[in-house]
């Protein structure tokens, strides 16, 4: 007792001290106080949100069990004869053996067990519910091999068969121009395109910005008079690799822009290797797969350079393909591996040969006849897994190249006309399939987009696409749609609503914007608030009113007068004396006077001057100093006597 009374004492004191302080110091209190919590009330209130919850499962489950129970009652009418021999094999339903359960009060502990509060740990609640699954399940067994659901059929075939991956159930349409589309990009994302052909254009289409007009949101010539040969995003997509005509090589922005051009090689230099830069008109182009700043090109001087954004005034690496005699060759088309540490071309003569990045002289693999010498391979391109490489030859063939045996191709298909120097062939993204395009003569068919499968090679598939021939395709393997560019101007897109992703699906469910038009005024009208009123114009309301007032005008009413035809009349001169210099000719060649003798012309004025001599002397005769005349001429014989020096010399 005693020590409590000494700790109340000294907590008082302390409290008195405290206050004291406060007031000294000029607050209320030192601090927040601490908060209490009635834990009793949490428990509680945690508790019944535990039972609420589990009744919400509870009656999710119910509704779960009856709907199988209904399944299986329509499968029970279909089975009829095994649900009466099997029947009394299945357990006995759960809502029998439950009442039992629950009116046993000796097993204490499994009532706590059924009663659950808050939710169970994951895997506990999977184990029960398969639990009950089983114990619930009513109705005859089921045959063995059946799928509950036919979804999963499908898709298994799905998986099995490629060719019900091909999204082309639905196609768009984007008018590019007129002539051949011969470039198409689509950046990672799959969010813009842009299309360059013949006719020099690119143009950027964006999908979420389009409606159902399908109009590009802008046209550029970045290479002036020079066709688009390639066009290429960067593994980043903020930049654009521009492949034209010429020798010089550009990297566009998103919008448009020049970043970089490519420098020039000086052409009287014979070995290529000590140029610069390109010195003939560029083939085909690509971007680093890897390397967001390194890109290829190859061009008509027979090298293959690789370029670095950040440095535009000279190249990085040049690969100098060679014929069998040691020659130069011109490499029509270049491509990166998919790991970028090979770089493949296909050269005129019909070879393809391929370099280690790092190794720029001699060639990794090299194949001398993998195409028809002279055909021009118009486009290589490596599988996913960076096994197979893929070659589309002007001879009409697809090939297929394992990069472990790389002398004989794997397969080769045939009758695949080609007509540009840069038809397109590309790997499906599963892998499993193989698409090129084919040509076709005007009027003469239509151009296909035929599929191959790459382990067979057997032709699965083929799109009829235009009356036209198929000169680029792409399929993007983010999107799962494919891009075709067309001979006659066209750019299509096919794609699935359900296997697809965004791409096209963003622009045809969008209405055609209603245009704007333009209100034309007679005249333009001039604001001035500050004007005195009298020199006020009102405000013109519309255009029809003020051409009705224009009408009741006498004077901006009036009709013209017509040209004047004859002599003329009241001040008017006619029409072959319309101009001032042609009524002066006029008057001058109708003058009578006569000048065909000057000298008479002149002194016809002689005795009027001589009579009257007002203009000549007398106008002289205040201001006119005195005539000096000369001396007359001497005598003979004072001329002798004369020095010689004053003598007149003759």
């Not at 680029?472 to 001979?487: A, F």
């Not at 704007?516 to 009298?534: F, R, S, V």
């Not at 006569?594 to 005769?621: C, F, G, M, Q």
Request: charged share 30%.
């Amino acid at each position: 007792m005693e020590q409590q009374g000494e700790d109340q004492d000294q907590t008082s004191g302390t409290a008195g001290n405290d206050a004291d302080m406060a007031s000294v110091m000029g607050f209320s209190g030192f601090g927040k106080k601490a908060r209490t919590f009635d834990l009793d009330a949490i428990f509680e209130q945690t508790r019944r949100t535990a039972i609420e919850r589990s009744q919400k499962v509870t009656e999710q489950r119910e509704m779960k069990d009856a709907e199988k129970q209904k399944r299986a009652l329509m499968r029970g009418d279909s089975h009829a004869d095994k649900a009466s021999v099997s029947g009394g094999k299945g357990r006995p339903a759960t809502s029998s053996s439950r009442p039992e359960c629950d009116s046993s009060s000796s097993d204490s502990e499994d009532d706590s067990e059924d009663e659950l509060i808050g939710p169970p740990p994951p895997g506990q609640l999977s184990s029960r519910r398969a639990a009950e699954e089983d114990e619930e399940f009513v109705g005859p067994p089921l045959p063995p091999g059946y799928k509950d659901s036919d979804d999963d059929d499908e898709e298994e075939e799905d998986d099995d068969n490629p060719v019900k991956r091909i999204p082309d159930t639905h196609e768009i349409t984007l008018q590019h121009g007129t002539k051949t589309v011969s470039a198409l990009g689509l950046d990672p994302s799959g969010a813009r395109l842009v299309t360059g052909g013949y006719d020099y254009d690119v143009k950027f289409w964006d999908f979420a910005g389009m409606d159902s007009a399908l109009q590009a949101f802008r046209c550029l010539q970045p290479c002036e008079c020079h066709q688009i040969r390639s066009l290429q995003y960067s593994i980043t997509g903020d930049v654009i690799l521009v492949v034209s005509g010429n020798s010089q090589a550009k990297i566009l922005d998103r919008d448009g822009f020049q970043v970089i051009e490519c420098v020039k090689g000086d052409q009287y230099i014979v070995d290529m290797a000590n140029t610069k830069g390109h010195t003939a008109m560029l083939n085909s182009g690509c971007w680093h797969p890897k390397i967001k700043e390194e890109f290829l090109t190859c061009s008509n001087d027979g090298t293959v350079r690789t370029w670095d954004v950040t440095n535009e005034k000279k190249h990085k690496n040049v690969f100098k393909p060679r014929s069998m005699q040691g020659k130069r060759v011109i490499p029509t088309c270049c491509t990166y591996s998919r790991d970028g540490k090979l770089i493949a071309a296909g050269c005129q003569d019909g070879t393809i040969q391929i370099w280690d990045r790092n190794l720029s002289v001699h060639t990794k693999f090299h194949c001398r006849q993998a195409h028809v010498p002279g055909s021009d391979p118009s486009c290589l391109t490596f599988s996913y897994d960076g096994t197979v490489l893929a070659s589309r030859g002007g001879d009409d063939t697809l090939k297929t190249w394992d990069m472990r045996n790389f002398k004989k191709p794997l397969n080769v298909a045939t009758g695949l006309s080609s007509f540009f120097p840069m038809t397109d062939c590309c790997f499906s993204p599963d892998d499993k399939l193989l698409m090129t395009g084919t040509s076709v003569k005007k009027g003469a068919g239509n151009g296909t987009l035929v599929f191959f499968d790459r382990l067979t090679f057997q032709k699965v598939y083929e799109i009829d696409v235009a009356s036209s021939s198929v000169v680029r395709c792409l399929w993007h393997p983010k999107l799962n749609q494919i891009m075709v560019g067309t001979g006659n101007g066209l750019a299509k897109v096919y794609y699935d609503p359900i296997k697809s992703q965004r791409g096209a699906k963003l622009c045809v469910v969008k209405s055609q914007r209603k245009e704007k038009q333009a209100e034309t005024l007679t005249q333009d009208y001039i604001i001035t608030p500050h004007a005195l009123p009298m020199f006020r114009e009102a405000r013109q309301r519309s255009t029809r009113k003020q051409l009705e007032k224009d009408r009741l005008d006498p004077m901006k009413s009036h009709k013209p007068e017509p040209p004047v035809s004859g002599p003329g009349r009241g001040g008017r001169v006619a029409m072959h004396g319309g101009t001032l210099s042609s009524f002066i000719v006029k008057n001058i060649a109708l003058d009578k006077t006569d000048d065909s003798n000057p000298r008479e012309a002149i002194l016809r004025h002689a005795k009027e001057a001589s009579e009257n001599p007002y203009w000549v002397a007398p106008a002289y005769t205040r201001t006119q100093p005195e005539p000096v005349f000369a001396e007359e001429e001497l005598d003979d014989e004072e001329a002798d006597k004369e020095p010689e020096w004053k003598k007149r010399k003759i």
